[in-house]
């Protein structure tokens, strides 16, 4: 069956750099949302603890308790404040009108709109907020924000600068606040703020710097194989004819996997460099025979590059039902 390899020497090998750039592992918050970024979250979630990891974030209460047992702090980005927010977890606020809505004495981070402008407080009303904020009975540990474009300089820096406003208000508030900006972008270009942490998604897993190792390789298995004469077609609306006598074979990997929908237009290749055959199906391909173990890819850029999107897109859309395994 279809399978999903996570090397673990590169994974560590990551952990360990991106915790040097941060100034150690007490300054990672590693991001473990959507199952590790399609990785596999239970799987890698020791790896990083074993490494020093002590903080990640997640997408929601549900991925945070699959992980609970592994990490210290654990904080959640995407909630619905509904008055049953768990004491074990720190909780993001996206939106301030939400706030009367949380259980006493949850743990906040409280998102800060630097320029996004998707979620969280404006900074022209973080004074107001943080003044009223004791009427609550919750606890505000710490106050972040998310880079719209991190690898755009003027963007970049404007959002820094309104980070640091946001920082200095804040300060005035509670002087033991945490503080995170750095994304996978940031930290892969710039060196971070001393009082601040890094929040590392898919940097950890080897994507957006070249000095770090792809940590996933997606295989497929061979269900059947066949010799197509010249001028036979195979697939779906017979939308690949053989130009010549040629071994075929058909491999267990298809869209309903996770994989985009091939429609056969042309240059869809795997690792090793064969094209796919055809249209792809919902539940296989077909390309010239590879033997039983075929690499689809290793490296999530190529495919994201064909189909015009990015590599997290690839990568998330990988089933939780194809078995991961460590090597």
């Known amino acids: 069956m279809a399978l999903i390899k996570l090397d673990k020497e590169a994974y560590k090998f990551n952990l360990r750099q991106l915790a040097l750039r941060a100034g150690g592992y007490e300054n990672l918050i590693c991001v473990f949302k959507d199952n590790a970024y399609g990785h596999g979250a239970q799987i890698l979630a020791p790896i990083a603890r074993e490494e020093g990891v002590g903080f990640i974030a997640t997408r929601n209460e549900q991925e945070a308790l699959a ?28 939106e301030p009108l939400n706030l009367k809505d949380f259980k006493k004495n949850t743990r906040i981070h409280l998102k800060i709109d630097t320029g996004m402008r998707r979620n969280g407080i404006c900074l022209s009303n973080l004074k107001e907020f943080l003044d009223s904020f004791h009427r609550y009975d919750l606890k505000l540990e710490g106050i972040f924000t998310h880079f719209a ?15 640091q406003k946001a920082k200095d208000l804040a300060r005035n508030f509670n002087e033991n606040l945490i503080f995170h900006s750095f994304n996978s972008v940031a930290l892969s270009r710039d060196t971070p703020p001393k009082d601040e942490l890094c929040r590392v998604g898919l940097l950890q897993f080897g994507y957006g710097d070249d000095g770090l190792k792809k940590v996933l390789s997606l295989y497929a298995h061979r269900l059947s194989q066949r010799t197509l004469q010249k001028g036979q077609s195979m697939g779906y609306d017979n939308a690949f004819v053989a130009q010549e006598k040629m071994r075929v074979g058909t491999y267990d990997l298809g869209y309903a996997d996770g994989l985009f929908r091939y429609d056969a237009r042309g240059g869809l290749r795997l690792a090793d460099g064969r094209e ?29 590059e064909f189909f015009h999107t990015i590599s997290y897109e690839i990568l998330v859309k990988l089933h939780p039902s194809i078995p991961r395994i460590l090597i």
């Open 149 to 163: 474009a991190a690898d755009e300089d003027e963007s970049y820096h404007f959002q820094r600068q309104n980070f």
């Open 67 to 94: 992980l609970e047992a592994h990490f210290k702090d654990i904080l959640i980005l995407s909630h619905r404040p509904n008055g049953k927010e768990d004491p074990r977890f720190i909780y993001a606020l996206n």
């Open 276 to 304: 796919i055959l055809g249209k792809m199906s919902m539940d296989s391909f077909s390309c010239e025979d590879g033997g039983e173990e075929l690499c689809v890819f290793d490296d999530a850029r190529i495919w994201a």
